[in-house]
């Protein structure tokens, strides 16, 4: 299994940049897909982005694309998401997860077995 805890989150001013981590532990993280997603109360969790095991296959949500990068340093054992021209709806909790038996990415979270507890993120306008 594989431990994951986010960190990064906070509050900013629409237009800002947030760059989150995802420290992981545990078995190999470099054996796992890896994927970001956020959920607000009442909503369902929504993938935003998600990773191959060595990076070379990312995946986006139509809501994030062209603003959000999703990147990996297998060596440090973290995943990161760079978030850029933030939008007040963008506020929501941002969880990591990790995707054993991964051949592509996807942003289904079914997909994923391990997840970290979340980082918020508040965007005011």
């Known amino acids: 299994q594989v431990h994951l805890v986010e960190s990064g989150g906070g509050s900013l001013q629409a237009g800002g940049s947030l760059r989150l981590s995802c420290a992981a532990s545990?078995?190999?993280?470099?054996?796992?897909?890896m994927g970001w997603f956020r959920q607000v109360p009442g909503k369902e969790r929504e993938g935003l982005a998600g990773?191959?095991?060595?990076?070379?296959?990312?995946v986006y949500a139509d809501s994030v694309k062209g603003r959000f990068t999703i990147s990996r340093d297998n060596a440090k054992n973290t995943v990161y998401l760079q978030m850029n021209s933030l939008k007040p709806e963008d506020t929501a909790m941002y969880y990591c997860?990790?995707?054993?038996?991964?051949?592509?990415?996807?942003?289904?979270?079914?997909?994923?077995?391990?997840w970290g507890q979340g980082t918020q993120v508040t965007v005011s306008s």
């Open positions: 545990g078995d190999n993280p470099s054996w796992y897909c």
């Open positions: 990773i191959s095991t060595a990076g070379g296959r990312t």
């Open positions: 997860a990790a995707h054993d038996r991964c051949y592509v990415p996807v942003l289904s979270p079914t997909a994923y077995s391990y």
